[in-house]
T-cell receptor, first 112, second 112 residues
């Protein structure tokens, strides 16, 4: 059965800290891995990863995929209170009607 | 990326009633999906909204409870029928391509 596992489930840090969020997966017909930030209702798209070893970067956030070891990490440097959110990882299964397989998310709290 | 407008943003409904949620996209898209996110849980796919044909429902979701319309490539509705408190959730419309998925703003439904 396809699955996506995120760790840790929750994390509390202080402003300025660097955090690393993990996402491992077992998904047949891998197409892409997606990271989202969810603050109130709707997940906001962060990154789409399809190739191993190529870092995607947006400001203080970066992410990389390892298709051999079947995992991805999301890094946030110099964290701010506005980074407090649930970070969701999902893997797109190219077969099976293009279904997204979701992790449970990592709840990040950044304290001032 | 597509701009997705979902409404209502939130609603409080009496048990036994029905609510229709609308999703409008600013461009034609092939793939439209409806998700549910119950409190403290990750996203669960309800169905794929197919243009011109019946929606494809995931296991545990049925058309009588969650009828879906998709009259064209830019619009879809999801109805939550005969609501009970267990239907209190965030409902999300999403659109996708071969590699990514974007979400509408979400509808927070509370059934009392």
């Amino acid at each position: 059965e396809d699955k996506v596992v995120q760790s840790p489930l929750s994390l509390v840090v202080h402003e300025g800290d660097t955090v690393t969020l993990n996402c491992s997966y077992e998904v047949t017909n891998f197409r892409s891995l997606l990271w989202y930030k969810q603050e109130k209702k709707a997940p906001t798209f962060l990154f789409m990863l399809t190739s191993s070893g190529i870092e995607k970067k947006s400001g203080r956030l970066s992410s990389i995929l390892d298709k051999k070891e079947l995992f991805s990490i999301l890094n946030i440097t110099a964290t701010q209170t506005g980074d407090s959110a649930v970070y969701l990882c999902a893997v797109l299964n190219a077969g099976n009607n293009r279904k997204l397989i979701w992790g449970l998310g990592t709840s990040l709290a950044v304290n001032p | 990326s597509a701009v997705i407008s979902q409404k209502p943003s939130r609603d409080i409904c009496q048990r036994g009633t029905s609510l229709t949620i609308q999703c409008q996209v600013d461009s034609q898209v092939t793939m439209m999906f409806w998700y549910r996110q119950q409190p403290g849980q990750s996203l669960t796919l309800i169905a794929t909204a197919n243009q011109g044909s019946e929606a494809t429902y995931e296991s545990g979701f049925v058309i009588d409870k969650f009828p879906i319309s998709r009259p064209n490539l830019t619009f879809s509705t999801l109805t939550v029928s005969n609501m009970s408190p267990e239907d209190s959730s965030i409902y999300l419309c999403s659109v996708g391509s071969d590699y990514w998925t974007f979400f509408g703003q979400g509808t927070r439904l509370t059934v009392v």
